[in-house]
């Protein structure tokens, strides 16, 4: 099992390029979250999406945009890079249920670089 | 939506002493509470969780107390080592239907361990 994959590492990109960051899951859980991570602000929610087809803003959705393609693919997308959008992006999945949640399983995190 | 707040932010303690981290939570409904240990460069892991339905639970070192009148909830870590020190994050969450929007996952700013050997 690989667990949460997330893709690219590493990006550095121009201000106004875009760029789509890929997560893919291979452990069948229904619920996948972006978070971006700066320092001292915590894990802070971006997006959501607790069910193949449904997709809801967190707390900071601002600049970006998201695609649960199927069960296992949940891509977050910056049309216009800002150089605030510099951060660490992790994807998470878990399986999520009516009064109770799981573990929540990280990717290795993505460091973006806006210039 | 839910809101978390963690206290202290940094914690610095003798190997071999006791640290406590505190967190708050708003949401009454919430029913999940996290704890997720995340080392330099490296992705958050989870170490302990809680279920609403349990006041206490323990892991070796490593247990956590729910007060869900208070709201607030505690990690307690005892005979610190150094391989402890890392950036330590609560979390609540409650469960939502399938498809519902109530399953986030919502993080305190986490805590900065560093023990000292």
């Known amino acids: 099992n690989a667990g949460v994959t997330q893709t690219p590492k590493f990006q550095v990109l121009k201000t106004g390029q875009s760029m789509t960051l890929q997560c893919a899951q291979d452990?069948?859980?229904?619920?996948m979250y972006w978070y971006r991570q700066d320092p001292g602000m915590g894990l802070r929610l971006i997006y959501y999406?607790?069910?193949?087809?449904?997709?809801d803003k967190g707390e900071v959705p601002n600049g970006y945009n998201v695609s649960r393609l199927n069960k296992r693919e949940f891509s977050l997308r910056l049309e216009s890079a800002a150089p605030s959008q510099t951060s660490v992006y992790f994807c998470?999945?878990?399986?999520?249920?009516?009064?109770?949640?799981?573990?929540?399983?990280f990717g290795q995190g993505t460091r973006l670089t806006v210039v | 939506g839910e809101n978390v707040e963690q206290h202290p932010s940094t914690l610095s303690v003798q190997e071999g002493d006791s640290a406590v981290i505190k967190c708050t939570y708003s949401d009454s409904a919430s029913n999940y509470f996290p704890w997720y240990k995340q080392e330099l460069g490296k992705r958050p892991q989870l170490i302990i969780d809680?279920?609403?339905?349990?006041g206490e639970k323990k892991d070796q070192r490593i247990a956590v107390t729910l007060n869900k009148t208070a709201k607030h909830f505690s990690l307690h870590i005892t005979e610190t080592q150094p391989e402890d020190s890392a950036v330590y994050f609560c979390?609540?969450?409650?469960?939502?239907?399938?498809?519902?929007?109530?399953?986030?996952?919502?993080f305190g700013k986490g805590t900065k361990l560093s023990v000292k050997p």
């Open positions: 998470a999945s878990l399986l999520t249920g009516v009064r109770m949640n799981t573990e929540a399983f």
């Open positions: 452990m069948n859980h229904n619920s």
């Open positions: 979390a609540a969450s409650k469960g939502g239907k399938h498809g519902g929007s109530q399953g986030n996952l919502i």
């Open positions: 999406s607790a069910s193949e087809g449904t997709t």
């Open positions: 809680i279920r609403s339905n349990v």
